[in-house]
Antibody
Framework: EVQLVQSGAEVKKPGESLKISCKGS????????IGWVRQMPGKGLEWMGI????????RYSPSFQGQVTISADKSISTAYLQWSSLKASDTAMYYC???????????WGQGTLVTVSS | NFMLTQPHSVSESPGKTVTISCTRS????????VQWYQQRPGSSPTTVIY?????PSGVPDRFSGSIDSSSNSASLTISGLKTEDEADYYC??????????FGGGTKLTVL
């Protein structure tokens, strides 16, 4: 059974760093893209970027390029989304999802709620 | 890059049929596959249509997808509406550089 299990909710202050995780199981982690999607409170889905764990090929949405870092550790089948300096506007639910192909998701994680507040 | 525009909301009665549109702003809708995701309140999204008109296993055949090159749009049609279909629906596509785009989402109310 394919599963994506994300790390727990985080409460951070502006300016702090953060790294959230997404552990894949039940499939060949290195053979499929993994992506990250932001959903701000009461808003729609926004594609942030994707990574191919097999060779670490990474694509970012222009809206998120330079704002976050997507990485993966294939030895533990885990993908990461990282911020170096959080802002209040980063408050959102973040989903990881497995790419069935390079252009759509077939399985989603449960989401990680990130709250940034002073 | 391009945008995908969806109606903000639609509503229909149980047992009826509803269609949600997704219009691509530039570039041909037919040049890259369109997917549709369902997100029920408080839940993660799930895929209901991929590659324009394909249903994942487990998705009822009441859900169907199509594209219309003349209007440069894709559509999700749900027939025999059930109250459990009440959710937000998002279309998604991508460009030649493999940058993905989501539509703004459509809230479906079944009343």
């Amino acid at each position: 059974e394919v599963q994506l299990v994300q790390s727990g909710a985080e409460v951070k202050k502006p300016g702090e760093s953060l790294k959230i995780s997404c552990k894949g199981s039940g499939y060949s982690f290195t053979s499929y893209w993994i992506g990250w999607v932001r959903q701000m409170p009461g808003k729609g889905l926004e594609w942030m970027g994707i990574i191919y764990p097999g060779d670490s090929d990474t694509r970012y949405s222009p809206s998120f390029q330079g704002q976050v870092t997507i990485s993966a550790d294939k030895s533990i089948s885990t993908a990461y989304l990282q911020w170096s300096s959080l802002k209040a506007s980063d408050t959102a639910m973040y989903y990881c999802a497995k790419g069935a192909t390079a252009y759509y998701f077939d399985y989603w994680g449960q989401g990680t709620l990130v709250t940034v507040s002073s | 890059n391009f945008m995908l525009t969806q109606p903000h909301s639609v509503s229909e009665s149980p047992g009826k049929t509803v269609t949600i549109s997704c219009t691509r702003s530039s570039g041909s809708i037919a040049s890259n596959y369109v997917q549709w995701y369902q997100q029920r309140p408080g839940s993660s999204p799930t895929t209901v249509i991929y590659e324009d008109n394909q249903r994942p296993s487990g998705v009822p055949d009441r859900f169907s997808g199509s594209i219309d090159s003349s209007s440069n749009s894709a559509s999700l049609t749900i027939s025999g509406l059930k109250t459990e279909d009440e959710a937000d629906y998002y279309c998604q596509s991508y460009d030649s550089s493999n940058y993905w785009v989501f539509g703004g989402g459509t809230k479906l109310t079944v009343l």
